[in-house]
């Protein structure tokens, strides 16, 4: 039997989907983070269950040929903030676990059998975010931005990070600087009083166009005077920045975002290209935060779509409209469906300006618009969420019978499970393909090419 604080020599053998490597000892499995495999290590154990338990590094005896020192001393913070479970390993042996974990999750989670594509890594494992959000915090009386520490609310100061383009570290170090000189109030979560929340940085890959948003509690509070001059500042610096905006939520809540937003400076939305379309973006809409690697994926969605001149094509969850009007040349008809009003303002006005003009796009919920608009698509493209379709959703696409169903998730859990729902009513999971959105990260984008059974 396993005892908690004893410590065990083992040999990590794998990696779960949360990056953490796996060992077994006395039969037990045992998951042990910021291990790689290959690894043998004397693991001391923090946690029994009763199938399972948990340990953490005691010491490594042999390391894995699969540790890459470079790449884990090019970030200081990477063990703190908890964001790239994968730095301590080559790029290489990432894609390969990421690899597994797509495979994995289609054959034991969905019991499927699909062809799998050769998995999409990325050329640039680092700086490829175009967007972060940083939380704003005070701790003892000090100001600090950063990201919150693994399943907590407690903010790690962070300076730089590698996973975001240098001009953010710049335009965050920047901000925190004025934030320190001036009198702007930090918004507490316990007692709900303050006025800065979260910062949050958009920039379009190939524009170079920069939207700031400050996360506020309110449009007057503490220290807002000072706020609009820090931002007076910030623009003349970086000539950068197209669009300042105000997120105003006043609530007591995890969700970063709230509902209003107010432009302080230059234009509401900025631009960047995706596949070729010039498509703009507002601060509440959805855009991939990996946009060379999105356009590479979508490519890899059009040809498992192959759409022919006459077909119907759904985009379900489509944001502002990116996947569906990068395939609009090639049908008759394109109908988005998506929740979020400003992405399909966006939608629609990016369909306007790339002179797209068979497309409709419907706002509310995927499979409740879908179900009401009484459709007969030929191919249905569904982005959902993290936690999946809605059975809703499903049981609609199942019952509009289209010929071909190209489902997108960056959860390969979820999109097995609804990928083998499908594959139970009529459709067969052909083909899979794995692509990396997130260096370093435990997150793993997928794309699906279901057909329907004739
Ligand atoms: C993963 S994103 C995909 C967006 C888009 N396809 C793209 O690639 O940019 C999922 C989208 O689903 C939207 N969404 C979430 N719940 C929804 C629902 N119940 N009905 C419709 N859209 C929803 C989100 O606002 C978001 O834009």
Redesign the pocket.
Known sequence: MLEKNKVYDAEITGLTSEGSGVCRVQEMAVFVPGTAVGDVIRVKIVKVLSRYAFGIVDEIIMPSPDRCGERERSCGIHKKCGGCVFRHISYEAECRAKNDIVRDAFTRIGGLDPEFGEFMGADEPDRYRNKVQMPVAEIDGKKVFGFYAPRSHRVVPVEKCMLQPGLFDDIINFIFHHVQMEAVSIYDEKTGYGLLRHIYIRQGHHSGEVMVCFVVTAKKGVGMPNLKNLIRSLCDRFKEIKSVVFNINPRNTNVILGDECVTFFGSDTITDTMCGNEIEISPL????INTSQ?ERLYRKALEYADPQPDDVLV??????G??GLSMAHRVKRLVG????PS?VENARRNAARNSISNAEFYC????EIFGSLALSPDIIVV???RKGC?EETLNNIISSSPRKIIM?S?NPSTAARDAAFLSENGFSADKVCGADFFPGTRHVECVVLLTRND
């Open positions: 809409s959805f855009y991939q999105a985009d379900l969850y489509c944001g502002a990116t996947i469906i998506e929740i979020v992405a509310g919920d995927a499979g982005d959902p969420p809605s997108i960056c």
